[in-house]
């Protein structure tokens, strides 16, 4: 029958996750890092998310009538983020990493608008000649770090509710030069449901940064101690999945404050990027950001 490129589907899901946790388990087994997707049941969490959300693009990879990976996109905004991608550990170099790659790259560019981003593991030089190949550039060097909850709570972080989504949105537009403003409210409504509680830092009511936790989530801040206290705090309320952070390796003022926040570097990923892109506010503003896993 040969490879098709359909649509994720419900019944697509028990094969979708089992290939997740299993193609995650082999790559970072083989360099030794832990595991993104730690077992099969977060992995079933997440294809059951990637596939049901309406802001999600998703489609599988099937050969001979066999579902052997897939790929999602996240398009909530005006950015494409794209992945997870993921392919059987006894497929992979046949091409299938690349047909799914290239129609989500397709789709996005043909239906949602010209850009579209990624994040990519360091150590992978497969995944990074490949979607190099295809299109994309690495703007921006980040390091996933396990976030260490704060000893003590912080009166000026608290979970984020609709009305604060105006001035969310502003800072969020200022700093990174892109709205989020969708995927912000959809997980203000929704991410209490998996405990992926979105929390702002106010002073004198005034926002100065805000936190989506976790490997989806992202945050923007007017400083890297709003950044950071925000980003501490919040993971006081949300499971430890949730205990994870990009930060950009180029603001040495942040990664060195988190550092001394006893937060741990896991491993150097790329932020990748095709078709227009600004870069958000430097350091030098003080401003600081933490992207998601997918931009």
């Known amino acids: 029958m040969g490879l098709e490129i359909v649509p994720a589907r419900a019944e697509h899901i028990p094969e979708i996750a089992r290939i997740v ?3 995650f388990k082999g790559i ?13 049941d977060v992995a079933l969490m997440m294809a059951e998310m990637l596939v049901h959300r309406p802001d999600f693009y998703g489609v599988s990879a099937v050969l001979d009538g066999k579902i052997v990976g897939s790929n999602f996109t996240q398009i909530s905004d005006a950015v494409s983020g794209v992945g997870p991608i993921t392919v ?3 497929c992979q170099s046949r091409g299938v990493g690349r047909a799914l790659m290239q129609h989500v790259v397709d789709w996005s560019l043909a239906n949602h608008g010209p850009m579209v981003r990624l994040v990519q593991d360091g150590f992978n030089m497969a995944s990074l000649s490949l979607y190099t190949s295809i299109g994309f550039t ?9 976030v260490s909850p704060a000893d003590h709570s912080d009166a000026t972080v608290r979970p984020l509710v609709s009305s604060d ?3 969310c949105d502003a800072l969020c537009a200022r700093i990174l030069k892109v709205s989020r403003k969708n995927e912000l409210a959809f997980m203000i409504e929704h991410g209490g449901k998996a405990g992926f509680i979105p929390h702002g830092r106010f002073k004198a009511e005034r926002l100065m940064a805000y936190v989506i936790p976790g490997f989806f989530g992202h ?3 007017e400083s890297a101690d709003d950044l950071l206290t925000t980003v501490t705090q ?3 309320n949300v499971p430890p999945p949730a205990h994870k952070v990009f930060i950009p390796a180029r603001n040495g003022e942040l990664f060195r404050q988190a550092l001394d926040l006893k937060m741990r570097s896991i491993k150097l990923t790329s932020l990748m990027a095709m078709g227009p892109y600004e870069e958000p ?3 030098a503003t003080d401003a600081a950001w933490a992207p998601s896993i997918a931009y």
């Not at 690495?138 to 396990?146: F, N, S």
Request: charged share 20%; proline share 18%.
């Open 21 to 23: 946790f299993e193609a």
């Open 28 to 40: 970072h087994d083989r360099h030794r890092f832990p595991l993104d997707v730690p077992s099969p």
């Open 88 to 90: 059987d550990p006894s």
């Open 138 to 146: 690495v703007v921006e060097p980040l390091v996933l770090m396990a």
């Open 165 to 167: 989504l105006p001035a």
């Open 219 to 221: 945050g923007v801040a």
């Open 234 to 236: 919040t993971a006081r």
């Open 281 to 283: 506010l430097t350091p």
